[in-house]
């Protein structure tokens, strides 16, 4: 094989059906020297088949490895330390990247000197193939240097699959051994361990698609403790590091936006979880781990208004919490979604 300008890792677990249309999607990227690293992290069904088969009908561009089952998480992690490439992707093996994909974000990251590059994508139901939103696209053509200042750490989207990281940069990283956020903790651990430049291009190349047993319907108390925990490794590393007192004001501000914003909302869909509770351990834990959180400037009035409406949004969460009554915000987010089929994403 050539020099591999892109690895992109795929975990497998189970999918069968969606697994041939990402890999069509993947094995016909405009981009020739790359690299799909697939990961069967222990599948039930015929996955395991299939990507053996796309293997062998293209030898030169996919490698297959098989694990016992451990999560997304392990498989991730796995996959990263089989990549051979100038930079690394990460798919999901349910979504469809576009086939230039790879060919625009590492063309952008090369033109930049970037160690991630950034693109759009859209949010498509998968059931009646409706676009739901499109995202990241805001920032148009844009480079940037990593600010802990700038609130843009806190709010920029943090899933992979809309990412090239430089591999060199993130090589030593390790995903953080929980469902859910562990790409939001990845990203901030490349923050702080070394990743720099970053661009931006505005066009949506990669399509992710909801499903009904999407993790918002199936959050639990154990994922809240798991974040709980990780959050805290997260901290504790930047103290290690000897960086605390720059980024403390950002993590908490982190940690609250994902915590007790979007994490809090999808628990209440437990129902055997008693909600009021659980935001009150949530707020005890934020006040006692990340008190910063209380008054961040990314949270503050005239910061957030002078931002537009979804800032707005998130400042009078913020606001719900400090006066004990995050349970409107709950009712309100829920009525939006259950009723009127409106999603708000932070």
């Known amino acids: 094989m050539k020099n591999v300008k892109v690895s992109i890792v795929v975990p497998i677990y189970n999918l069968e059906e969606y697994i041939p249309r990402c890999l069509d999607a993947l094995v016909n990227q405009t981009l020739e020297d790359i690299e799909i690293i697939c990961v069967n992290d222990g ?120 990412k090239l990281y430089r591999l060199e940069k993130v090589k030593h990283l390790e995903f953080l051994p929980f469902r859910g956020c562990n790409d939001t903790l990845f990203l901030i651990h490349s923050y702080m361990d070394g990743i720099k430049k970053l661009t931006f291009i505005p066009d949506v190349l990669y399509h992710y698609y909801l499903r009904s047993s999407s993790q918002i319907h199936n959050m639990n108390e154990k994922d809240i403790e798991n974040l709980k925990k990780y959050l805290i490794v997260t901290k504790e590393h930047a103290i290690q590091i000897g960086k605390y007192d720059e980024y403390k004001e950002t993590l908490a501000s982190m940690a609250f936006l994902h915590l007790a914003v979007s994490w809090a909302f999808m628990l209440s869909y437990d129902k055997s979880v008693k909600i009021n509770k659980a935001l009150k351990e949530i707020t005890n834990y934020l006040n006692e781990n990340f008190p910063e959180w209380r008054n961040s400037k990314h949270y503050g009035m005239f910061h957030c208004f002078s931002k537009g409406f979804k800032f707005v949004g998130v400042w009078g969460v913020h606001f719900l919490y400090k006066i004990h009554l995050p349970i409107i915000y709950i009712k309100v987010n829920r009525f939006l979604l259950d009723v009127l089929k409106k999603e708000v994403k932070w």
């Open 43 to 162: 599948s039930k069904d015929s996955a395991p088949q299939i990507i053996e088969d796309y293997k062998k009908r293209y030898p030169n561009k996919i490698k297959t490895f098989h694990k016992e089952n451990g999560g997304e998480w392990s498989a991730r992690t796995y996959g990263l330390k089989k990549a051979t490439g100038e930079y690394v992707g990460f798919i999901d093996s349910d979504d469809i990247p576009e086939v230039t994909w790879a060919e625009k974000l590492y063309k952008a990251a090369k033109e930049n000197d970037a160690d991630i590059a950034f693109c759009g994508y859209d949010r498509v139901d998968l059931d009646t193939g409706k676009t739901v939103s499109t995202e990241m696209t805001q920032y148009g053509v844009m480079n940037k240097e990593v600010d802990w200042k700038d609130d843009f750490i806190v709010y920029a989207n943090p899933s992979l699959w809309n």
